[in-house]
């Protein structure tokens, strides 16, 4: 079912997934569907989990063999790159609050850990490596967001703005390190 809803909110968009539809897309009554989800918030929630999911691991494979600024590059290109392979996936990781559930919570905190764990080569302070995995999942998560949206004026080339943040945010961590 989770499955149904990422191909609708990937094709369609996260505002078409809906009980009824993805009831339609399985072919089954949408009563049937409570057995798996307790209700639309649960869906979103789900999907949302799943997204998480898929940006973790894509992030861990970006990291794999790369350190330091390699590291930054390849997991901020991996985490554009998501986005724009799966948008309804990524949508639904900002429909449903996180704070207060546990699940979502550690979902959110293995994302932290895979940056933070690709900034050992900087030597920064274990609590410092924290504010600086946030900080990549901020800008990241912004670039991206904005880029979905279609919320950048053009006629800059995305690409290019897209490597000076990285550039900006390297130099920052740089800066950081002790």
Request: charged share 30%; net charge negative; with cysteine.
């Amino acid at each position: 079912m989770i499955e149904t809803a990422a191909r609708i909110a990937d094709q369609d968009g996260i505002d078409e997934v809906t009980l009824t539809r993805v009831a339609k897309d399985l072919n089954i009554s949408q009563p049937a569907l409570y057995r798996h989800v307790e209700g639309y918030d649960d869906l979103i929630r789900s999907l949302g989990l799943e997204g998480r999911r898929v940006l973790a691991d894509v992030l861990t494979d970006a990291a794999v063999g790369v350190a330091g600024d390699d590291a930054v590059r390849a997991m901020g290109r991996a985490w554009r790159q998501i986005v724009l392979e799966r948008p309804g996936v990524y949508a639904a990781t900002d429909r449903y609050p996180c704070a207060g559930d546990a699940e979502l919570e550690e979902a959110v905190d293995r994302v932290i850990d895979v940056l933070g764990l690709a900034l050992a080569a900087y030597n920064l302070e274990p609590e410092d490596q924290v504010h600086v995995a946030r900080t990549l999942r901020s800008a990241f998560h912004g670039f991206a967001a904005l880029e979905a949206g279609d919320g950048h004026p053009r006629p800059h080339d995305l690409d290019d703005t897209y490597e000076h943040l990285l550039d900006l945010l390297i130099a920052g961590i740089r800066g950081h390190s002790i």
